[in-house]
């Protein structure tokens, strides 16, 4: 059976609702995400609070395209000669991240909001071990 199309969230009132509800904690992270069990893709919606930041990092192996959903910060890379790169972000950018590419964040005054969406991971398989001799 085909599952129909619906509208998960609102990106907008996430965000209202988040400041209007006055809970901008210190501690970021994930504030929404894609939850049906039958998919192929994941997403979240980080918030990262004013003066935050996630240490660059090798990303996984799957492309992930990001969108700056509300507020500023600049994204932590590193160009095709290794050298360290800052890539600044603000409201309304796409981005994408190469699977494998060093990617890190640092927020600015306002912190930074931004949507993921990449492949689904595959899940952890119990498998068995290996044969015994």
């Not at 619906?6 to 970021?28: F, H, I, Y």
Request: proline residues 9%; glycine residues 10%; negative net charge.
């Amino acid at each position: 059976m085909t599952e129909t199309p619906e509208v998960l969230t609102n990106a907008q009132k996430l965000m209202d609702d988040r400041e209007a509800a006055n809970v901008a904690s210190p501690q970021g992270g994930a504030v929404w995400n894609l939850d049906r069990p039958a998919r192929d893709l994941d997403s979240n919606v980080i918030v990262l609070p004013p003066g935050d930041a996630i240490a660059p990092h090798t990303g996984p192996e799957l492309d992930v395209l990001i969108t700056v959903l509300r507020g500023a910060g600049v994204l932590l890379t590193h160009n095709d000669d290794g050298d360290a790169t800052e890539i600044p972000l603000v409201e309304g950018d796409i981005v994408w991240l190469p699977k494998r590419s060093t990617r890190g964040f640092q927020t600015g005054k306002q912190g930074l909001c931004y949507l993921t969406v990449h492949q689904r991971k595959p899940g952890l398989r119990i498998m068995s071990g290996p044969p015994s001799s």
